[in-house]
């Protein structure tokens, strides 16, 4: 390819690029998010290369097959959408791939059976849908659309055109005013204002002249996140040009991605991503003709959760132990070998296009005051619709799960929703009881505290996230109903949380241990009701006396949890009992004679060969041999199995 | 303005529990305190390496303006009109669980024994792995081994609750001197048992290398 070697021509190549397309030739679109991979979306995409190819379409309809990030309504994978149609197809398997071939890019018919149904109603095109009508997407805008594979698929929709505004028409101090003007705070859960950040280094960077560093944080390692992966594997151009126009600003010249190995796609896509940029001239040297030189390289993260931490990719990238050491200084003063460094989680990068391209004004306008903009959620659980979820910030916690996420499945009630990965806190969906004067002092300036009972109303932006003593994290949302039990949840986030510790500080790497001790001893029934305020004070211990945000937030599912669900713990220490049916060893199983109707399932299910019955006639579950798996529970086709 | 006049003015002035203390630029709130005979617990903290702060039993409440923070005294530098407290109820409240979840960690010594009746802790209520242990992972050895004598055959090996003092790759190695100096530093005596695992052995030595 050639090099761009001025901004008129970058411009002119997007202007050749979209004259040479054709708006009315078809577009299959197949999502190849993580979600759908696993549901097999890579057959699909390759069905309908093989499908067409064997029907020898005429040039006129002969689709455009590309292979797109995520489009975030994981739990109906695989998706296909079609345009210009304005169809999307649901839980697409190979083998429909003929019939959509056949009806819809042929004919310009509708297969009505894939397409997405809620409540009697049918939905042609994705718009109309709940799931995505209630959305705001801007950092995903690109995401499920463009191949990533293709920069010119990046630049026919817009990308590395801020960049060029930046370069070309902006001063570096101009920048880091709009993104402060912006109120942009950092997107992967500190929540700390970007701008002030970019400041900081910068006039650090200009009384101590020397190399400046950026770096891209992709280390995204909550359980049940894919935030970050999207936007890598979807749309790795955005991050790209988000972190030239924040090299541009700060005067740097070299950049980092720190990606975790585990994602090994997201690799790909932003290896590929940096290879055509540097083709293209827009990395490298003397880039636009503007003089000005940049680099990137990716790193790859060696699967550990704590290289996540600010300090502790630093170390990674210096080739030290990745250990989290004590700040000040900031590593904006003082960062990777010891220069100015500006570490921002890759989806804040991909904000920083859209700041400069629509300006502060249209960034502010979009969430609430604080919290600017808008943020990704990745909505698991017990939801309906489960996915990838973008809004402006704000928008009330009952909004997502219940309008978005469609709330839960079957006749469960909703009972919490963990926020901000494992050192989030449990709020509780519906609360009453707790007057809000517990809650935090809210930001000043902010209004006051949202009344404990009507959580499901509260805001979901920083501050008020941090008023319930949860956090915004990085943006996970598990939803959990009535059959989840809170101290098993905690037990599982401290699990968690035990084996990503660094193990420097004592109370970090001996308290989620002593804490976990306590925890297993309530899911046993045993301890005393003083425990459970010797727990809070063990886990108030931990929080203010570990280093980083690991160990200094790790008490939050505990706190929390105690906090809106004491009774939950109380059952389990004095009535022996698991409201939830969770604690194996506070249950049991058993079959109701009156509703068994002989079919013998659970019998052959059984995995410890514990249930007895002759055909036609009730069973009955042994205890003494019974592990409490829940197999049977789960094969009963007449729900005669019940836990107590 | 005379020499004298311009050291007394850039001495920090705040307080520790209560009492008006200056500190030189650079000292930490620890350091300062130690001038003061103000006494703070510490095991990790040695005068001879970088401060680490890894055992977190120097941690102190730091007041500012309406600003309070529980932070390590070994790591921060203090500010002026600071207000620090050494034996607050959150600081106490760190101290006494660490220093009964060290009694299960390192059972075996009697210096965290003695520290933790000073605090009032004489029980756990704690699972006890490895009644033997003494070693609290404190980080001293590696970092004097490694900033002092800059041989580095010492290493934690492992993480979180595995954390272990090791040698590099697990084996022994030539390059510990065999000074002793890891020895010396141990604030429990656990180095003592522990270094004929690092130097390997001695009558195989080569020079170079590793002994193994």
């Known amino acids: ?644 | 303005m005379s020499p004298k006049k311009k050291k007394t003015d850039d001495l920090i002035n705040f307080t520790i529990d209560g009492q008006p203390v200056q500190a030189r630029p650079g000292w930490t709130i620890l350091e300062t305190a130690e001038q003061y005979h103000i006494h703070i617990p510490t095991l990790c903290f040695h005068p001879a390496v970088k401060p680490w702060g890894g055992c977190r039993l120097c941690v102190v409440e730091v007041r500012y303006g309406k600003r309070g923070k529980v932070m390590p005294s070994c790591l921060n530098p203090p500010l002026a009109k600071l207000e620090v407290f050494t034996h607050s109820e959150r600081v106490l409240n760190v101290r006494r669980w660490v220093l009964e979840m060290l009694l299960a960690d390192c059972p075996a010594s009697k210096e965290i024994r003695d520290l933790a009746r000073e605090y009032g802790v004489t029980a756990t209520r704690f699972t006890i792995t490895d009644p033997e242990e003494e070693c609290l992972r404190c980080g001293r050895c590696v970092a004097v081994c490694n900033e002092v004598v800059g041989v580095q055959a010492l290493t934690f090996g492992s993480r979180g609750v595995n954390k272990q003092l090791d040698t590099p790759y697990r084996v022994p190695n030539n390059a510990c001197v065999a000074c002793g100096c890891c020895v010396t530093v141990c604030p429990t005596g656990a180095m003592s048992t522990r270094l004929d695992l690092v130097r390997g052995d001695v009558s195989r030595r080569t020079g170079h290398g590793f002994a193994h």
């Not at chain 1, 900081?200 to 560093?213: L, Q």
């Not at chain 1, 990965?421 to 505290?449: C, H, N, Q, T, W």
């Open chain 1, 1 to 644: 390819m050639e090099r761009i070697k001025s901004a008129a021509q970058l411009a002119g190549l997007q202007k050749k690029l979209l004259k040479a397309q054709d708006p009315k030739r078809p577009v299959v679109r197949v999502c190849l998010g993580p979600g759908c991979l696993a549901q097999g979306a890579a057959m699909v995409s390759q069905a309908f290369k093989s499908t067409i190819k064997a029907k020898k379409l005429r040039a006129k309809v002969q689709p455009l097959i590309k292979e797109t990030g995520c489009h975030g309504f994981c739990s109906q994978g695989t998706l296909v959408s079609l345009s210009p149609a304005d169809l999307f197809y649901v839980r697409v398997k190979p083998e429909d791939v003929e019939e959509i071939v056949e009806a819809s890019l042929v004919k310009g018919q509708v297969v009505e059976r894939l397409l997405y149904s809620d409540n009697g109603a049918r939905y042609k095109s994705a718009a109309e849908i709940p799931f995505y009508k209630m959305q705001q997407k801007i950092i995903l805008k690109n995401v499920g659309i463009i191949d990533p594979l293709k920069i010119d698929d990046a630049l026919m929709a817009g990308a590395y055109q801020s960049f060029a505004k930046a370069l070309t028409q902006m001063s570096p101090e101009d920048i880091i005013n709009t993104v402060s003007l912006s109120g942009l705070r950092g997107r992967g859960g500190g929540g700390f204002p970007t701008g002030r950040k970019w400041r900081r280094a910068a006039d650090i960077a200009r009384e101590n002249p020397g190399p400046v560093y950026i770096i891209g944080n992709g280390e995204e390692g909550d359980p049940g996140a894919f935030m970050d992966r999207a936007i890598m594997e979807g749309d790795p151009h955005a991050v790209l040009e988000g972190m030239i126009i924040g090299a541009y600003a700060l005067g740097a010249n070299k950049g980092f991605l720190y990606v975790r190995h585990e994602y090994p796609i997201a690799i790909r896509h932003l290896s590929i991503a940096i290879e055509q940029a540097r083709s293209l001239g827009l990395l490298g040297q003397n880039i636009l003709g503007t003089g000005f030189d940049f680099d990137l390289q990716i790193n790859r993260g060696a699967g550990a959760y704590v290289c996540g931490e600010e300090t502790a990719i630093i170390a990674s990238l210096e080739g030290r132990v990745g250990e989290p050491i004590t700040r000040p200084p900031y590593p904006a003063q003082q960062g990777l070998w010891n220069r100015p460094t500006i570490i921002n989680n890759v989806e804040t990068w991909a904000n920083v296009p859209h700041i400069i391209d629509k300006g502060a004004k249209w960034y502010t306008d979009l969430g609430v005051p604080y919290s600017t903009g808008t943020k990704i959620f990745s909505l698991v659980g017990k939801v309906k619709n489960s996915g990838l979820v973008e809004v402006p910030m704000g928008v009330t916690l009952g909004r997502i799960v219940e309008e978005i996420g469609g709330g839960v499945p079957g006749q469960e009630r909703f009972k919490a929703v963990q926020t901000g990965g494992p050192s989030g806190g449990i709020i509780p969906y519906e609360f009453k009881d707790l007057p809000p004067a517990d809650m935090k002092p809210a930001r000043v300036g902010l209004s006051a505290p949202v009344p404990i009972s009507e959580l499901k109303k509260l805001p979901v932006d920083f501050d008020s996230m941090a008023q319930t003593g949860s956090i915004m994290g990085g943006g996970g949302m598990i939803v959990m109903d009535n059959r989840d039990c809170v101290v098993d949840v905690a037990r599982y986030f401290l699990r968690f949380l035990q084996e990503e510790s660094c193990g420097k500080c004592l109370p970090c790497r001996l308290g989620l241990k002593g804490m976990q001790e306590f925890l297993d001893k309530f899911s046993r029934g045993q301890g005393s009701v003083e425990d459970i305020d010797e727990l809070k004070s063990l886990a108030q211990a931990v929080g203010d006396g570990s280093l980083c945000g690991l160990g200094g937030t790790a008490p939050n599912p505990v706190l929390t949890s105690i906090r809106y669900f004491r009774d939950e713990y109380l059952a389990h220490i004095k009535d022996h009992k698991c409201p939830a049916g969770v604690c194996k060893d506070l249950i049991i199983y058993r079959v109701d004679p009156k509703t068994c109707n002989g079919c013998t399932l659970c019998v052959r299910n059984c995995p410890q060969d514990c249930i007895s019955g002759r055909k036609k006639k009730p069973h009955t579950i042994n205890n003494a041999a019974c592990i409490r798996c829940g197999a049977c529970m789960d094969v009963c086709p007449v729900g005669a199995v019940i836990v107590e």
